[in-house]
């Protein structure tokens, strides 16, 4: 089965969580005018046990066509991914299905773009397209199992569409 990447959009990704850019006009300006703000643009979601932390990554970059194995969701909390470099990064995302990842969907962010993934939402792994795979992380810090692996049963491959 092929899975063919989407452009990343608000409207698209909706069901799965947020996209964070600046489009349209800041909320707000704020230092005097100099700086525009969009404010609060993600649903941060995590269990009363855990709180929200923020930690850096560093991933090795892949390419397309990709051979998708593997998602992964977070029943505790949701999990946000901002780039440190204008480079695009595939976000690969599932709907569920009786506990099981279904109709996938894969999208390819712009520059400026980063997603914040809900809460149990099943989802592929960092996947940045071109090196340094650098990434800011907001998520849940906390005790629990916060990670559910599913090995798909048929690999699927990733195209560029």
Request: charged share 20%; net charge negative.
């Amino acid at each position: 089965m092929t899975i063919t990447t989407e452009p990343l959009t608000a409207a698209a990704f909706a069901p799965f969580g947020d996209v964070l850019d600046c489009s349209g006009d800041p909320d707000k300006l704020i230092n005097a005018g100099r700086c525009g703000r969009w404010h609060d643009r993600a649903r941060l979601d995590f269990d009363v046990l855990g709180h929200g932390g923020i930690s850096l990554f560093r991933s090795d970059a892949a390419s397309l066509p990709l051979e998708l194995t593997l998602l992964e969701r977070h029943p505790l909390g949701s999990q946000a991914f901002i780039p440190m470099t204008p480079d695009p990064f595939l976000v690969v995302v599932a709907a569920d299905r009786d506990g099981t990842p279904d109709d996938i969907r894969a999208f390819i962010t712009a520059p400026g773009q980063g997603v914040n993934i809900g809460r149990n939402v099943w989802h592929g792994v960092l996947t940045p397209l071109a090196p340094p795979g650098l990434f800011a992380v907001v998520d849940r810090i906390g005790p629990g199992v916060n990670l559910e692996e599913h090995h798909l049963p048929q690999p699927r491959m990733i195209v560029r569409g």
